[in-house]
């Protein structure tokens, strides 16, 4: 028993450790952000600096015009997760159940997109967005991420789990597919449903790169895209970016705050490690 009791205590006391190091860098972007001034960069570091004060958030919000950036990220990352989880989840049942020639190989080729970065396909996808003369436009920063090889293998995962004798009972009752998917498989993979939309707003939220190309006018700005205008060319404010920064991590802490035990269930549903 005495070894039992150690050996539990020794694995809190890493658990615990490990939180503390991943913890670390939000705390101190906190603390950062409450530093006034030059005592940002004092050495050795203050961990409980004089003056510590909100005036590195009023100035952020005098710099940019900070929550009309907010919106567009918000409303960008909402509305692309949602089309996300539309188009993946109607992908993904008919992956797993439409028997068509051919399905397991377009599955693989799907899925083989993943191993593609998005350096490699922004210069053709910008030369469509400028083909349709879609270039600075909120559509330009939605449409690629519309559809998700991800979040298709992931939903496929859950929907192969559901029981096939639901779908036939259903049947019997006269269902279709239509049916069989908006009120007996959706509902059952809704673990895997909010996990993959953590994911896909996460992706939505912090994208920079896309954003950086497509994107000139300052009214179509992301966040990333608004945080990364804070950096001088000589000189960078830290403890406005790390203000900044503070605000981008909120809405996705609260987010997985709410969905957590889903994310839980759905690794435990599919299988995933």
């Not at 205590?9 to 913890?23: D, Q």
């Not at 192969?160 to 597919?177: R, T, Y």
């Not at 895209?225 to 060319?233: D, E, N, V």
Request: net charge positive; hydrophobic share 55%; proline share 7%.
């Amino acid at each position: 028993m005495g070894r039992a009791k150690l050996g539990r205590v020794s694995r809190y006391l890493l658990v615990t450790l490990g939180a503390a190091v991943m913890l670390f860098p939000f705390a101190w972007a906190v603390i950062t952000s409450l530093t006034p001034g030059d005592a940002v960069l004092a050495v050795p570091p203050d961990f409980t600096p004089d003056g510590a004060g909100l005036d590195a958030y009023r100035k952020l919000m005098e710099t940019l015009p900070f929550w009309r950036i907010l919106l567009n990220s918000v409303w960008i990352g909402v509305a692309s997760t949602v089309l996300q989880l539309l188009t993946s989840a109607m992908a993904a049942y008919a992956f797993a159940r439409l028997p068509f020639p051919g399905r397991g190989a377009l599955f693989s080729v799907y899925l083989a997109t993943l191993m593609m970065p998005l350096p490699v396909l922004v210069v053709p996808l910008f030369i469509e967005m400028r083909t349709l003369g879609l270039v600075d436009t909120y559509f330009a920063l939605l449409a690629p991420t519309i559809a998700s090889a991800f979040g298709v293998f992931l939903l496929r995962q859950a929907i192969n789990q559901v029981p096939k004798e639901f779908d036939e009972a259903a049947v019997l009752d006269g269902a279709g597919h239509f049916r069989i998917f908006l009120y007996i498989v959706l509902p059952l993979i809704r673990p895997a449903l909010a996990t993959f939309a953590i994911f896909g707003f996460m992706a939505s939220w912090n994208s920079y790169l896309w954003p950086l190309i497509i994107i000139k006018s300052p009214e179509f700005m992301t966040l990333p895209l608004g945080l990364a205008t804070l950096h001088g060319q000589f000189t960078t404010e830290w403890d406005v970016v790390m203000a900044g920064s503070v605000i981008s991590v909120v809405p996705i802490l609260i987010l997985y705050v709410f969905a957590q035990k889903h994310v839980i269930a759905s690794v435990a549903q599919t299988g995933l490690k």
